[in-house]
């Protein structure tokens, strides 16, 4: 499996990030702007530098330039997509089977949930993309998907509709199953807010739409 690591410049707790790269493999890595700030402090080299540049220092970027083999891709402030939004569509171009956001959560909620959306894009050209920080992992679910309990991020599993609608969703082997329950935006929020996986492994069946999955750690 092919992977590529993208850090952009949220919040980004140095230590976790360590750790995570030290437990990864992954064959591409773009910096995003500020990111390229948390590129320098945990000793990677990018593959792509990725951005406006309004949020970062330009000694780091001076520092960067000196690499002939990073290839950057500069862009006017003024545009449609966020920098996150561009380094994801270069990320895709470069065949990858999967994608991990870091520094994508944090600071402003905007970005945050402009960050979700991004995933969907990965989704439709079946693209595995998690968005990753100390406390989460967030992906999309758009089929049947089996949960180890000893393999999650952390005690919690929440499940919120991304569509407006999902229906038939049935969990088995959690605290609070469910059976062909139907949810919709903006209703029973807290119906598949912090379930546990009480068996070794539990299942996720469900008919139609797609859900925005989160793993937790307190």
């Known amino acids: 499996m092919r992977v590529c690591l993208i850090i952009t410049g949220g919040k980004l707790d140095?230590?976790?990030?360590?750790?995570?790269?030290?437990?990864?493999?992954?064959?591409?890595?773009?910096?995003?702007?500020?990111?390229?700030?948390?590129?320098?402090?945990?000793?990677?080299?990018?593959?792509?530098?990725?951005?406006?540049?309004?949020?970062?220092e330009e000694d780091v970027i001076e520092e960067f330039?000196?690499?002939?083999?990073?290839?950057?891709?500069?862009?006017?402030?003024?545009?449609?997509?966020?920098?996150?939004?561009?380094a994801r569509n270069r990320a895709l171009t470069l065949a990858c089977d999967r994608i991990v956001f870091l520094g994508a959560t944090g600071g402003r909620v905007d970005h945050l949930l402009g960050n979700l959306h991004l995933l969907y894009g990965c989704m439709e050209r079946e693209v595995e993309a998690w968005i990753v920080d100390a406390w989460n992992k967030i992906y999309l679910v758009?089929?049947?998907?089996?949960?180890?309990?000893?393999?999650?991020?952390?005690?919690?599993?929440?499940?919120?509709?991304?569509?407006?609608?999902?229906?038939?969703?049935t969990l088995?082997?959690?605290?609070?199953?469910?059976?062909?329950?139907?949810?919709?935006?903006?209703?029973?929020?807290?119906?598949?807010?912090?379930?546990?996986?009480?068996?070794?492994?539990?299942t996720l069946e469900f008919e139609e739409g797609v859900l925005v999955c989160v793993e937790s750690r307190d």
Do not use: M
């Open 65 to 86: 330039r000196k690499a002939s083999y990073i290839v950057w891709e500069s862009h006017k402030p003024e545009k449609n997509e966020t920098d996150t939004e561009l």
């Open 14 to 56: 140095l230590a976790f990030a360590r750790s995570f790269l030290e437990r990864e493999t992954f064959h591409k890595v773009i910096a995003v702007d500020g990111g390229l700030e948390a590129v320098r402090a945990l000793g990677l080299t990018p593959d792509y530098v990725v951005g406006d540049f309004d949020t970062v």
């Open 172 to 202: 088995k082997g959690f605290k609070y199953p469910l059976n062909k329950k139907n949810i919709k935006r903006g209703e029973e929020a807290g119906l598949c807010i912090s379930n546990e996986v009480e068996d070794e492994v539990g």
């Open 142 to 169: 758009d089929q049947n998907r089996t949960f180890v309990r000893d393999q999650l991020w952390g005690k919690y599993v929440s499940f919120l509709p991304y569509t407006e609608k999902v229906t038939g969703i």
